[in-house]
């Protein structure tokens, strides 16, 4: 008997070394195949190599899937399979009520148990009463699958996580072919390690067909509001990347990526790092400051100069980042936000670099500030990042975060002829040259290559004077210069989109928010419109400057709620430069919000105006 | 690279030269647009970057393109620019502060990359442009604003510093030897990879004479020891007295012996004695203490990029770019699934 199930969040436990992230990649997979649609986040360990068995060891991988459009990998998991002690008690408290437990009993050994900070078997001494526990010995199953392949025991243990990932192929119908055909191709040179994992996964299929304690089994079925085309699986690091490849591409400007290692950034050097036939040049840098240095160098020498940091790494590079606003230099920065101040919690998301994007230079410094609202929109942004910068002469700062980093889900791939041209002018000379003379309509200056010949020309960190470059202290210029670099950012409101209203076009209640909460916002919404209410949504991905018709928006609205990851840094914007009612809905936990508590939040706020 | 050929005034832009009067940046500035001429570096193809002080106004003096960026971070920018494109001529202008203070994270790791840089370091043992605070090259009990009672910091030496760091050419001159100065900058804008040049600067305001020991008239004649390939290292009056190499105490000594002196040669070979002459006063070296050949960092970069291109059979399209890795197609009303390929 199958049981249908709209959608189901599933969360794979276990220790580094049990091939958590894999079988999570694996499932995904399948489900894409299945036709679902679906939302993943990896959790790893902030430790390289925690001891075995501990909770700082625990790296886990969460997957919703549904029938339907979805935007987040879940609230809470209803499905837990842990392989050892750590990883169930690192995450029960995360578990959904009633929820399903699967062990790896194998690993429920005293021992274990101690490090984990068990005092006795949480599998046998009652203290997990109202979940669903299925007790599982999955590695000596797994051994004894294998018993015939000429392998050692400790090979055989590594093929546990693939026999796990059999019994929830079953208890969730996935289809087996998509990771047996990936496993084949993987293992292409070494066969007997190819059959092992097979055999795993077969194995742990069969074994939850036959054995009776498996007594639900789910269907999922395909989702059937996905847009009909091409799909792959995307997450926010590599959308931002495929994105300024894409673009730099379509403008004709070659693509200078250079970094200085930092989580949870690094992952874009390493994708970009590996993109080198694509003419891609990276350069990892011996600190923050060169990184964006060498990108401005880049920049100015023809390429397109880009830099990804988190917001540590943003501090450094903002004296410099004024330099390029100075110079008027193309220049992409990608924070990919992390919980600070300080060092914070590096392997954690937030939000809370808003304000330091837009402020965080010495003196008046304006650039764009934009920023992605799910892994999709990610190559967007950074697409139209690239545009701007070349075609405004102007820094942009681009704000991801550690959730939406590694959040991954379906990518509707993007034909390549149907990607908007990018126009980029490259002054050649033509009379007599001035460095800083305009471009009327965008306020740029001419983008000169050196190597032009008589166009030689000098610029630099010191105040220009208006068209001829030249330096100057007259009071009355620097006033000039200030007024039109922001003139300058603010038109670039011509080439962005309007904000859209999801809902009614006015009324009581809109839900501003930016950046990767976009996921949590339209679930925590759609739950209160399907008891009744009334509620309209926004996002903004662009913060500076921001949509032109934001301010005749919010104008039609009573209250603005405003859900952010920090302390109402996007409220005190908005408060700053509208006459809104703002409410703002903070969260700085490290996490993302959740769908749930979007939906309290509102209907906290619709009673009241029921109250009222 | 050649072009018509530039005569080296025609390498002064339109702009008024504003160091302080007896600044010896001034001769450096002629040395270098001279150097040029020799070297017959088209206008358009140099880009000159510095950092921030007295001596980084320098781009704002030269009609070629040039960049007046942030304090110390020139070897950077000037390292992007190398990597957007290797075909131009790049050189940074710094001075102790700026390339050996704020900046000297980014200097070493320019001269362990080896890029294609021309690094022209004016060390005048003080802070110029804030008007006179001791700098990393200041000797100790240099009394400046900042340190009335004498500096206690040990000096940094530029030279050492650079051979340490893995430049592959390494130079010293003095402002006021203008023809040596000169004949050093046209080595290194013919050397491929970082060349990294000291010169002595007089700072005539806050640290006047602080080279007098070799630039004064006895000091010149009695002090200066000419590093000249295939050359003996001697000095003093007459080339009365030579370097040598002392065996039980494993060190350079001077002598008398004019025969037993060492003859000198920057490729390499002597690298050891390299670093001994650079530390060293007494006497004082100066020419080339290193200049050997190894692989820019931008060939390599491109070398890279071409080599996997070669492999995988040229630029690939930006739809196998979004293609890589499982497909899967989403048909019609969205539930019928399917693999692509």
């Known amino acids: 008997m199958k049981e249908a199930k709209r959608e189901v969040v599933i969360r794979f436990a276990g220790d580094s070394g049990d091939g958590i992230q894999l079988a999570g990649t694996k499932f995904t997979e399948a489900s894409a195949f299945a036709g679902n649609d679906f939302s993943t986040f990896p959790d790893y360990p902030a430790e390289i190599r925690a001891p075995a068995g501990t909770i700082a060891g625990v790296s886990a991988f969460q997957i919703r899937i549904a029938d339907h459009d979805i935007h987040t990998p879940g609230d809470q998991p209803e499905v837990l399979v842990v392989m050892n002690p750590a990883a169930l008690k690192k995450n029960l408290l995360d578990l959904a009520k009633g929820g399903i437990i699967i062990a790896n009993t194998y690993e429920f050994t005293p021992r274990n148990l101690k490090k984990a900070g068990f005092d006795s078997n949480p599998l046998e001494d009652g203290s997990l009463e109202g979940y669903r526990v299925i007790a599982v010995d999955i590695t000596s199953m797994t051994r004894e699958a294998l018993k015939d392949l000429p392998l050692d025991t400790r090979s055989k243990d590594r093929c546990k996580n693939f026999f796990a990932l059999g019994i929830c192929y079953w208890m969730f119908t996935r289809p087996l072919e998509p990771t047996i055909n990936w496993i084949r191709k993987k293992f292409a040179n070494r066969p007997e390690i190819a059959e092992a994992n097979v055999k795993a996964l077969k194995s742990g299929y069969n074994f939850a067909d036959i054995s009776e304690i498996f007594d639900a089994r789910y269907e999922i079925r395909g989702a059937t509001d996905l847009e009909p085309g091409e799909y792959r699986v995307v997450n926010g690091n590599h959308s931002l990347a495929m994105g300024l490849i894409a673009a730099c591409e379509k403008a004709g400007v070659s693509l200078c990526y250079c970094s200085y290692p930092i989580t949870p950034a690094s992952d874009i050097l390493h994708f970009l790092a590996s993109m080198k036939n694509y003419g891609v040049i990276t350069f990892q840098a011996e600190d923050e400051i060169a990184a964006v240095c060498a990108a401005i160098g880049a920049s100015y020498a023809g390429s397109m100069g880009v830099c990804g940091t988190s917001g540590p790494g943003l501090a450094l590079k903002m004296e410099a980042i004024g330099l390029a606003v100075m110079a008027e230099l193309p220049l992409i920065v990608i924070d990919v936000q992390r919980a600070g101040p300080s060092t914070g919690m590096p392997t954690k998301m937030e939000q809370s670099d808003l304000l330091q994007a837009l402020f965080g230079r010495n003196g008046e410094a304006p650039v764009v500030v934009i920023a992605p609202s799910s892994p999709s929109n990610a190559f967007d942004i950074a697409y139209k990042a690239v545009e701007i910068a070349l075609r405004y002469m102007v820094p942009v700062i681009i704000l991801s975060d550690g959730y939406l980093a590694n959040n991954a889900e379906p990518w509707l791939i993007p034909r390549e002829d149907t990607l908007p041209d990018i126009k980029v002018e490259t002054f050649e000379g033509n009379g007599k040259f001035y460095p800083y003379i305009r471009d009327e309509k965008t306020l740029a200056r001419p983008r000169v290559i050196p190597g032009t010949p008589g166009l030689e020309h000098r610029i630099g960190g010191l105040e220009k004077e208006d068209i001829t470059g030249n330096i100057s202290y007259d009071p009355l210029n620097h006033e000039k210069m200030v007024r039109l670099r922001a003139e300058k950012v603010e038109r670039v409101q011509d080439i962005i989109p309007p904000i859209e209203v999801d809902g009614e076009d006015e009324g009581d209640l809109l839900v501003l928010g930016w950046g990767s909460s976009e996921g949590a916002i339209i679930g925590g919404v759609n739950m209160v419109r399907r008891e009744g209410y009334t509620v309209s949504r926004a996002h903004l991905n662009y913060l500076n400057p921001f949509p032109p018709n934001l301010k005749e928006l919010l104008s039609r609205f009573k209250r603005v709620l405003i859900p952010e990851n920090n302390r109402g840094q996007l409220s005190l914007l908005i408060k700053g430069n509208f006459n809104a009612n703002v409410v703002t809905y903070s969260k700085v936990q490290g996490k993302p919000f959740f769908r749930m508590e979007i939906y309290r939040k509102l209907k906290e706020l619709l009673n009241e105006e029921c109250a009222g | 690279?050649?072009?018509?050929?530039?005569?080296?005034?025609?390498?002064?832009?339109?702009?008024?030269?504003?160091?302080?009067?007896?600044?010896?940046?001034?001769?450096?500035?002629?040395?270098?647009?001279?150097?040029?001429?020799?070297?017959?570096?088209?206008?358009?193809?140099?880009?000159?970057?510095?950092?921030?002080?007295?001596?980084?106004?320098?781009?704002?003096?030269?009609?070629?393109?040039?960049?007046?960026?942030?304090?110390?971070?020139?070897?950077?920018?000037?390292?992007?620019?190398?990597?957007?494109?290797?075909?131009?001529?790049?050189?940074?202008?710094?001075?102790?502060?700026?390339?050996?203070?704020?900046?000297?994270?980014?200097?070493?790791?320019?001269?362990?990359?080896?890029?294609?840089?021309?690094?022209?370091?004016?060390?005048?043992?003080?802070?110029?442009?804030?008007?006179?605070?001791?700098?990393?090259?200041?000797?100790?009990?240099?009394?400046?604003?900042?340190?009335?009672?004498?500096?206690?910091?040990?000096?940094?030496?530029?030279?050492?510093?650079?051979?340490?760091?893995?430049?592959?050419?390494?130079?010293?001159?003095?402002?006021?030897?203008?023809?040596?100065?000169?004949?050093?900058?046209?080595?290194?804008?013919?050397?491929?990879?970082?060349?990294?040049?000291?010169?002595?600067?007089?700072?005539?305001?806050?640290?006047?004479?602080?080279?007098?020991?070799?630039?004064?008239?006895?000091?010149?004649?009695?002090?200066?020891?000419?590093?000249?390939?295939?050359?003996?290292?001697?000095?003093?009056?007459?080339?009365?007295?030579?370097?040598?190499?002392?065996?039980?105490?494993?060190?350079?000594?001077?002598?008398?012996?004019?025969d037993k002196a060492l003859v000198w040669n920057s490729d390499g070979r002597y690298d050891i004695f390299a670093y001994k002459l650079a530390q060293i006063d007494n006497p004082t070296a100066f020419g080339i203490f290193r200049k050997i050949c190894r692989p820019t960092y931008e060939e390599l970069v491109r070398e890279q990029i071409f080599a996997l291109q070669k492999r995988k059979g040229g630029k690939p399209t930006l739809s196998e770019l979004f293609n890589s890795g499982e497909r899967w197609r989403v048909l019609g009303d969205g539930v019928i699934k399917k693999l692509v390929r």
Not at chain 2, 41 to 69: D, N, W
Request: charged letters at 25%; one cysteine or more; hydrophobic letters at 40%.
């Open chain 2, 1 to 258: 690279m050649k072009s018509a050929q530039v005569k080296w005034k025609e390498y002064a832009s339109d702009q008024e030269v504003r160091w302080c009067p007896g600044c010896g940046d001034y001769a450096i500035l002629k040395a270098v647009q001279q150097a040029f001429a020799d070297l017959g570096l088209s206008k358009e193809k140099v880009v000159i970057v510095s950092g921030i002080g007295c001596s980084s106004r320098f781009p704002y003096y030269m009609a070629t393109y040039g960049f007046h960026t942030i304090h110390g971070r020139a070897p950077a920018i000037a390292t992007g620019v190398k990597l957007a494109n290797p075909e131009l001529s790049v050189w940074v202008i710094t001075g102790d502060g700026d390339g050996l203070s704020i900046g000297g994270n980014h200097l070493l790791h320019a001269c362990r990359r080896n890029v294609d840089l021309k690094v022209i370091l004016f060390n005048n043992r003080i802070y110029g442009l804030t008007k006179g605070q001791y700098s990393p090259t200041s000797v100790v009990g240099t009394k400046s604003k900042s340190s009335p009672f004498g500096s206690i910091d040990s000096p940094i030496n530029p030279i050492l510093f650079a051979l340490s760091a893995g430049a592959s050419f390494v130079a010293r001159s003095v402002d006021i030897f203008q023809k040596h100065l000169k004949s050093m900058l046209v080595e290194a804008g013919r050397h491929k990879g970082l060349a990294f040049i000291e010169v002595y600067q007089n700072c005539i305001i806050f640290n006047d004479g602080t080279f007098s020991d070799v630039t004064s008239k006895e000091g010149k004649r009695k002090r200066v020891l000419w590093l000249e390939d295939d050359y003996p290292l001697t000095f003093d009056e007459d080339d009365s007295k030579a370097l040598t190499f002392d065996s039980d105490l494993m060190d350079l000594k001077v002598t008398d012996d004019k």
